[in-house]
């Protein structure tokens, strides 16, 4: 995959105000991380990011029954993991009072475009 189309496709999320952070993650592997985050609790943000690769467990589990989404309702804070692959994934860190429904259709979008570019590579 294409890293710097890549950033560029999360830093377009990033204009939405309630996307306080994202990145595509890969099984195994770091993730792909814009340069900018807006979310105040880093020490959360760094946990979801060493702690990824444990939902490639569940993604694989549910893959065949067509799992879209899974929501994490963390307090303040929602993470929505987007499945692209089996080991393929793009994460979104929210505010939970954020209108989940206009985002919903921007993290579809670029889900997508991610999909198009692993399957261009």
């Not at 990033?14 to 020490?43: T, Y």
């Not at 993470?79 to 505010?95: C, D, E, F, G, K």
Request: net charge negative; proline share 2%; hydrophobic share 50%.
């Amino acid at each position: 995959m294409d890293r710097t189309k890549i950033v560029q496709l999360l830093d377009k999320l990033l204009v939405f105000e309630d996307i306080l952070a994202c990145m595509v993650v890969k099984k195994g592997l770091d993730g792909i991380v814009p340069s900018k985050v807006r979310i105040k609790n880093i020490d959360l943000w760094r946990l979801v990011h060493q702690t990824t690769d444990d939902v490639f467990d569940l993604i694989d589990k549910f893959y065949s029954y067509g799992v879209g989404r899974i929501n994490l309702e963390l307090g303040e804070y929602n993470i929505i993991i987007a499945p692209i692959s089996r080991t393929v994934s793009l994460l979104v860190l929210t505010p939970s009072l954020a209108n989940v429904g206009l985002l919903d259709v921007e993290i579809e979008n670029t889900k997508l475009q991610i999909l198009g570019l692993a399957e261009a590579a």
